[in-house]
């Protein structure tokens, strides 16, 4: 597992709103995808409804898990591959450095995932003294800078060209070049002797499917297709509930995946793996291993409220089209999940209590639901999140955030009930806003324990008179 940063979730938000450069990426980043990825859903031969069909097919296949699961194990040892099911991080890092032990694994190419983040994979090989590269271009840039990732499907948006000239140039020992292509070519000459020396190859999963018990992972650069090929031996990760039933149903979902993604209508490379080469064939590895993985996923399964999480497809849609993500970006959330996705699973994960503050910070706009190709109500899972964090949750082990602010929204409650309380203390708060700061109708500055609504905005002052006593008179 790696660190988990929530608790700093504020200020580093604070700090992020400051970073002008993060700002303007942050913006870029969602002009280039947000709107044309809405567009996208229009032009399917079927239309955005293809992201309700899309649901159904999740949805059934987490509420048949169980089952498929089963198939899909059963199918790949037919094709020759190995599965594990591991219960934790833990578990599968262990089953991962069992096979790199048992194949005197000294260099691994790494093709991106999400779940191997989730489990701090890296760390793990690096310190059983494994040379670990990543070879997707954003993953690798963070990796040389030691850092996380920010967003889902581009890692390293955080980062300006300067900045990774200036890190090509430190860590490949090159001249300082600013200019993308360029950066690219020698990130690629650097890749393909790592490509060319490795052992073992990783990857994670975009969907599997039961019916053929392969894999599915797609990429724009091929990356992942040279990991899961050229070593002797491929070990892919893969969270439990990334697979369907039947290989139609990855029709609908890879068309979305790719236009959640990126607003492409395909990406460059889909590749099907189930197992390793078979006689006669020249391409592949001599083993292939799926480790499918838990860690908390089962926790979710079994609650009916959150269990519509789990037909995520990790496109990053949400983070593409979210306010809070666009101002913030991706390593204020503190986990590997940011951005709406991240505000719901982060803390089913890691301890509602823990990641309190990623589901406060939402706004509830809705706009992730409808950037998602797959239709999740995160509004309503944060609205649930929310209230586990008011009332308590013996089944979450959830205690009440904050009892004060329980307090004065019971108190607020009980009054909005009685008219005639109500109606005083409206008046009462007009006449007592008169000694507070004010320009143009606006409240610049409220007492505690309301100062923090007015710490990065105004308030609307109370009306003179209220619109019951207007309309009476009028
Ligand atoms: S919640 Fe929806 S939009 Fe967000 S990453 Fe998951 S599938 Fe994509």
Not at 184 to 195: D, M, V
């Amino acid at each position: 597992m790696i660190k988990i940063t929530t608790e700093n979730y504020v200020a580093e938000a604070r700090k992020a709103i400051k970073n002008q450069v993060l700002q303007k990426a942050l913006e870029d980043l969602q002009q280039r995808f947000g709107p044309p990825t809405a567009l996208s859903y229009q032009k399917l031969l079927e239309g955005p409804e293809l992201r309700l069909i899309a649901q159904d097919i999740r949805m059934q296949a987490i509420e048949n898990l169980d089952i498929i699961l089963e198939k899909l194990a059963e199918n790949i040892h037919q094709n020759g591959g190995h599965v594990f099911f591991a219960k934790d991080g833990q578990e599968a890092i262990e089953y991962a450095l069992q096979i790199a032990r048992k194949h005197n694994v000294k260099r691994i190419v790494k093709g991106k995932s999400m779940v191997t983040e989730e489990i701090g994979l890296n760390t793990a090989l690096i310190d059983a003294g494994i040379d670990v590269t990543e070879t997707d271009l954003g993953e690798y840039i963070i990796q040389l800078a030691g850092e996380h990732p920010s967003h889902i499907i581009a890692p390293a948006v955080h980062k300006t060209r300067n900045e990774i000239g200036k890190l090509f140039s430190e860590k490949l020992d090159i001249p300082f070049i600013t200019d993308p292509p360029k950066l690219t070519q020698e990130a690629r000459k650097a890749l393909r002797k790592k490509f060319l020396a490795a052992d073992m190859g990783t990857s994670g999963c975009n969907l599997a499917c039961a019916e053929t018990g392969h894999i599915a992972v797609v990429s724009n650069e091929g990356n992942i297709r040279m990991a899961a090929t050229m070593p002797r031996v491929h070990l892919a990760f893969i969270g439990m509930e990334r697979v369907v039933a039947r290989l139609e149903d990855h029709d609908a979902l890879v068309r979305l995946l790719c236009r959640g993604a990126a607003a492409q209508k395909m990406s460059t490379y889909v590749s099907y793996i189930g197992g390793p080469r078979s006689a006669g064939q020249v391409d592949g590895p001599q083993e292939f291993h799926l480790i499918i993985l838990d860690n908390g996923r089962s926790r979710i399964l079994a609650d009916e409220e959150f269990r519509e999480m789990l037909c995520c497809i990790r496109c990053a849609a949400c983070l593409n089209v979210c306010p809070v993500y666009r101002k913030i970006g991706g390593h204020s959330y503190g986990s590997t999940y940011s951005g709406p996705v991240g505000a719901v699973v982060t803390p089913l994960l890691v301890g509602i209590n823990q990641a309190k503050d990623l589901c406060l910070g939402e706004t509830l706009c809705g706009a992730c639901q409808d950037a998602c190709p797959v239709n999740i109500d995160i509004p309503r899972m944060l609205l649930a999140l929310r209230f586990k964090l008011a009332e308590g949750d013996s089944v979450w082990n959830v205690t009440p955030a904050d009892r004060k602010e329980k307090a004065i929204y019971s108190v607020w409650s009980w009054m909005i009930r009685h008219r005639s309380v109500y109606d005083f203390f409206l008046r009462l708060a007009a006449f007592g806003q008169n000694i507070l700061p004010q320009k143009e109708g606006m409240i610049r500055r409220l007492p505690p324990p309301m100062s923090g609504w007015t710490q990065s905005r105004d308030m609307k002052a109370i009306a003179k008179q209220s619109f019951m006593k207007r309309w009476k008179k009028l």
